[in-house]
């Protein structure tokens, strides 16, 4: 069983940190800060969930599992909160190209008060 579990451990490692790369390709390679923002936030946490998994199916027994709980919580609360004020203030500071906005609803909000 113990064999087992390693073998699912490997797999959730090597996807984690498949996520994460995807994550730091995304920042290079998107052309405006809200793309590279959303790469940023969304595969780096599933990344993250799924390394802290693994570790977690490898650390069983130890109690020390209880940790990897809270490390995710705390970026799953954490990353987007911060994501979105990162993105209201590249928005008013005008450092986001609109030409690559389809629907601006923070605008017309804007617009309205």
Known sequence: MTEVLDWIAIVLLLAGAALSF???VGLVRFP????RMHTAAKPQIVGLALI???IGLRLYPDPRVGVLALILLFQIFTVPVASHIAGRVA?????VRSDLIAVDELQEQLDRD
Do not use: C, V
């Open 22 to 24: 995807a994550a730091g």
């Open 32 to 35: 405006d800060l809200l793309s």
């Open 52 to 54: 802290l998994a693994g």
């Open 91 to 95: 928005y008013r500071t005008g450092r």
